[in-house]
Nanobody
Framework: QVQLVESGGGSVQAGGSLRLSCVVSGVAFDFADLGWYRQALGKTRERVATITSQGISHYGDFMQDRFTISRDNAKKTVYLQMDNLRPEDTAVYYC????????WGQGTQVTVSS
């Protein structure tokens, strides 16, 4: 059974940082492509970043300067480091296992206040 469990969300002031974690089980993690997406209230879900099994990362538009995706295969965990957060980064952040079908985590709320 595939499971993705996110953690690390919370409330922070503008300019602050958070690191999200997603522990993945039920899959051969070393061979998995993974990603982070976010969905703000009333908006469509958008890609933040993805990382391949080889460690190659890609970022959504305007994401790369402040967000960093990484993975630790030994811990079966994918991370999203978020720096210099802005109020417009407020959203639910979802971890994604990129496969057929895709698997999503339950999401973790990030709230950035001005």
């Amino acid at each position: 059974q595939v499971q993705l469990v996110e953690s690390g969300g919370g409330s922070v002031q503008a300019g602050g940082s958070l690191r999200l974690s997603c522990v993945v089980s039920g899959v051969a993690f070393d061979f998995a492509d993974l990603g982070w997406y976010r969905q703000a209230l009333g908006k469509t879900r958008e890609r933040v970043a993805t990382i391949t099994s080889q460690g190659i990362s890609h970022y959504g538009d305007f994401m790369q300067d402040r967000f960093t995706i990484s993975r630790d295969n030994a811990k079966k965990t994918v991370y999203l480091q978020m720096d210099n957060l802005r109020p417009e980064d407020t959203a639910v952040y979802y971890c994604l296992l990129i496969t057929h079908p895709n698997y999503w985590g339950q999401g973790t709320q990030v709230t950035v206040s001005s």
